[in-house]
């Protein structure tokens, strides 16, 4: 089945500095991949989302490129913040048919800490 | 995009007892799906629910302990049942509402089982 695998955490940066997060996926045809972030108390927001192979999502200064050779879908950023700390969740969707078209496969999540 | 109301955003409850939850969403949407995160978690899909027809769940659930109702095409529930404390999660409802396949989550229902 449909799985994904970030990188352990959590990590921990000072403010300013470059910040990437690993995800690597397995899937059957073409999914659809995001990363999703939850901030202290709060529920799941979207990040940002790629379709199809070579789109690059990017919001709020993050980026992550959608790419099919290595199965990756790597979350950076060139200067955290201290209200980027959060949680970071990798995950995809499959576009199948049937009762699991659209489900989300989740990644473990990534612990991010920003120290001023 | 579209906003998904979840209610109750937390709860304590005794072992045995059952929590419905909520989730209203404020435009018509084809399937649901239900998540659990439990403490340090991922999130791990419970089941999607489709308007009309049963719920379909993932492996590892079942319906007499996650019952999951879907009336019309803005309103779900799941109802956690007969609950023990390894039910202490967060429940997290998601509705696929936009193009290119855009999904919203609820803020999370925080149960806690004693």
């Known amino acids: 089945g449909d799985s994904v695998t970030q990188m352990e955490g959590p990590v921990t940066l000072s403010e300013e500095a470059f910040l990437t997060i690993n995800c690597t996926y397995t899937?059957?045809?073409?999914?659809?991949l995001f990363w999703y972030v939850q901030y202290p108390g709060e529920g799941l927001q979207l990040l940002l989302k790629?379709?199809?192979?070579?789109d690059k999502g990017s919001n709020k200064g993050f980026e992550a490129t959608y790419r099919k050779e290595t199965t990756s879908f790597h979350l950076e950023k060139g200067s955290v913040q201290v209200s980027d700390s959060a949680v970071y969740f990798c995950?995809?969707?499959?576009?199948?048919?049937?009762?699991?078209?659209?489900?989300?496969?989740f990644g473990q999540g990534t612990i991010l800490t920003v120290h001023p | 995009s579209a906003v998904i109301s979840q209610k109750p955003s937390r709860d304590i409850c005794q072992r045995g007892t059952s929590l419905t939850i909520q989730c209203q969403v404020d435009?018509?949407?084809?399937?649901m799906f239900w998540y659990r995160q439990q403490p340090g978690q991922s999130l791990t899909l419970i089941a999607t629910?489709?308007?009309?027809?049963?719920?379909?769940?993932e492996s590892g659930f079942v319906i007499d302990k996650f019952p999951i109702s879907r009336p019309n095409l803005t309103f779900s529930t799941l109802t956690v049942s007969n609950m023990s404390p390894e039910d202490s999660s967060i429940y997290l409802c998601?509705?696929?509402?936009?193009?290119?396949?855009?999904?919203?989550f609820g803020s999370g229902t925080r149960l806690t089982v004693v």
């Open positions: 998601s509705a696929r509402t936009g193009a290119n396949y855009g999904y919203t």
């Open positions: 629910a489709n308007q009309g027809s049963e719920a379909t769940y």
């Open positions: 899937a059957t045809g073409y999914p659809s």
């Open positions: 435009s018509q949407v084809t399937m």
């Open positions: 995950a995809l969707s499959d576009r199948g048919g049937g009762t699991s078209y659209g489900k989300l496969t």
């Open positions: 790629a379709t199809k192979a070579d």
